[in-house]
């Protein structure tokens, strides 16, 4: 099973700046099927990024995804109020898929 | 606009059953797989199962393969997940997730529902 850390565990940042967020697996993410998801509180996960960089509808282009092999990164160019959440990778490229712990971005 | 709206959950003892529903609507559902996804109190996310669109292929987490079983019925656009023997650790907020694809390969997952409430405890 291939294990996702996400680091920071917490990433405490003032609106308008920008959010780096890492997920580093324990093998190599086959055909780099990596994705993203963000959570608010008392909502389900919402789906950003697919394919490690391929926006999901309706997603606002200030979201980026990057990487490949083991090594796949978030970037949220200018952060927005409605950004600050928790947000977690998931790799779909082997069986059983997993997802990694979460990145908080809060509020400076 | 898609929905998935669960229900079925509960408080139940350990050992015991419960099934639980999801209805969807707002897309054609035979042509797309749909999942189970939960998340503990406070906890991250864990995928439970997968079936495809025909229900030809079906996949679960080593955590609840030979307790819980997947299926669908596509004439009603229902999902549902059928969880027996149930323990402490199953306690979670299941979610009724539609995957991006037909297949459960490779499965991403484009819209989720609110979830259902599921307590093991005696």
């Known amino acids: 099973e291939i294990v996702l850390t996400q680091s920071p565990g917490t990433l405490s940042l003032s609106p308008g700046e920008r959010a780096t967020l890492s997920c580093r697996a324990s093998q190599s993410v086959s055909s780099n099927y990596l994705a993203w998801y963000q959570q608010k509180p008392g909502q389900a996960p919402r789906l950003l990024i697919y394919?490690?960089?391929t926006r999901a509808t309706g997603i606002p282009d200030r979201f980026s995804g990057s990487g490949s092999g083991t090594d796949f990164t978030l970037t949220i160019s200018r952060l927005e109020p409605e950004d600050f959440a928790v947000y977690y990778c998931?790799?779909?490229?082997?069986?059983?898929?997993?997802f990694g712990g979460g990145t908080k971005v809060e509020i400076k | 606009e898609v929905q998935l709206v669960e229900s079925g959950g509960g408080l139940v003892q350990p050992g015991t059953s419960l099934r639980l529903s999801c209805a969807a609507s707002g897309f054609t559902f035979d042509d797309y797989a749909m999942h189970w996804v939960r998340q503990g109190p406070g906890k991250g996310l864990e995928w439970v199962s997968g079936i495809s669109w025909n229900s030809g292929n079906v996949g679960y987490a080593d955590s609840v393969q030979g307790r819980f079983t997947i299926s669908r019925d596509n004439a009603k656009n229902s999902l549902y997940l059928q969880m027996n023997s149930l323990r402490a650790e199953d306690t979670a907020l299941y979610y009724c997730?539609?995957?991006?694809?037909?297949?459960?390969?490779?499965?991403?997952?484009?819209?989720w529902g609110q979830g259902t409430l599921v307590t093991v405890s005696s």
């Open positions: 998931q790799q779909y490229g082997s069986s059983p898929l997993t």
């Open positions: 997730v539609k995957d991006r694809r037909s297949s459960v390969n490779y499965p991403t997952f484009d819209y």
């Open positions: 394919g490690a960089s």
